[in-house]
């Protein structure tokens, strides 16, 4: 895989409905799988600069612990309050039994 992609993890560390945290240039990302799909996300929720890794997956939603927001993995859009601004989506590609992330610019924010 050609940069900007990084090698984060492998596909068989996260198994269907879990995440796993990655650091890429000192930055944290959310690595999440449904079903055989894979998503990426900042690691922050945009309501009140909170780890999103201390949540849940909820679907193909990611669940903030503090407040309760769900935010989509596919768009970063907020679909509970209090949270109401979306937080940053990421190309992932899957090649060789890796998981591969662009961390260079998301594609949502």
């Known amino acids: 895989m050609d940069k900007p992609f990084v090698a984060v ?6 198994a269907t409905g879990k995440f796993v945290k990655v650091e890429v240039d000192r930055r944290d990302f959310i690595i ?3 079903d055989d799909n894979y998503y990426a996300v900042e690691d922050n929720c945009s309501h009140e600069d909170y780890p999103l890794s201390y ?8 669940k903030c ?3 309760g927001s769900r ?3 596919e768009t970063g859009i907020p679909e509970d ?6 937080i940053a989506t990421y190309r992932v590609q899957v090649a060789d039994g890796k998981i591969w992330l662009d961390p260079s610019r998301p594609l949502t924010s």
């Not at 949540?55 to 990611?62: M, N, W, Y």
Request: include cysteine; glycine fraction near 6%; charged fraction near 30%.
């Open 9 to 14: 993890a492998t596909v068989d560390e996260i």
């Open 32 to 34: 999440a799988r449904v």
């Open 55 to 62: 949540g849940c997956l909820d679907g193909k939603r990611i």
């Open 65 to 67: 612990s503090l407040h």
């Open 71 to 73: 935010f989509s993995l």
């Open 81 to 86: 309050e209090p949270a109401d601004q979306p």
